[in-house]
């Protein structure tokens, strides 16, 4: 992973989630380094990325979340030659693997619902190894400490992130930054 990533999250943790165009505008005001873009299509990512990268900001694509690209090979080397976002989220690891063969940061994303997906959370990065992990929800201090502890990998705690208290909480488990679309949360 870019080691550029490492030191904006460890010098602000707060990772900026824009899931609605609205939002960009807020997220590059705010004082965070870096935005998880879950939002944009094939007519409107490469402006997004470049107004994200003209304000000095990191911008790490959900493709999942992008309409009109098939999830696949293809859009990936698209999206990562043409439109240079500094890496992608995803929660397929079909295309974590892809993304670290192509030398692309990756960052998967785990929904952690229950014990059996937890487990298979945690055999899944053991076998892709992303860059980082990004657990939903967010709010579980002793399932953040878990895989972190198993897996090696920086996590990123997100989803269900309401106040400053679940921010400390997720940190001190052991999380190394947190991601939210909630804007207050951005400001702290």
Not at 11 to 31: F, G, H, R, T
Not at 41 to 64: A, E, R, T
Request: proline fraction near 4%; aromatic fraction near 4%.
């Amino acid at each position: 992973m870019n080691k550029n990533f490492y030191e904006k999250v460890e010098a602000n943790p707060i990772i900026a989630a824009v899931n609605s165009m609205e939002k960009l505008d807020l997220a590059i005001q705010s004082p965070c380094e870096i935005i998880f873009l879950l939002t944009g299509n094939i007519f409107n990512l490469k402006s997004i990325i470049d107004k994200v990268k003209d304000k000095g900001m990191d911008i790490y694509v959900h493709i999942d979340l992008m309409e009109g690209f098939s999830k696949d090979t293809v859009a990936l080397k698209y999206i990562h030659e043409n439109m240079k976002p500094d890496g992608i989220i995803t929660t397929k690891s079909s295309l974590v693997k892809k993304a670290k063969n192509m030398n692309i940061c990756a960052i998967q994303r785990l929904f952690i619902l229950d014990s059996l997906s937890l487990e298979t959370g945690i055999h899944s990065v053991k076998s892709t190894r992303p860059d980082a992990i990004e657990i939903m929800p967010g709010i579980m201090p002793k399932i953040i400490k878990k895989i972190h502890d198993k897996t090696k990998l920086p996590v990123i705690a997100g989803g269900l992130i309401n106040d400053k208290e679940d921010v400390i909480q997720s940190l001190k488990a052991g999380a190394m930054g947190i991601s939210t679309s909630r804007k207050e949360i951005w400001d702290m």
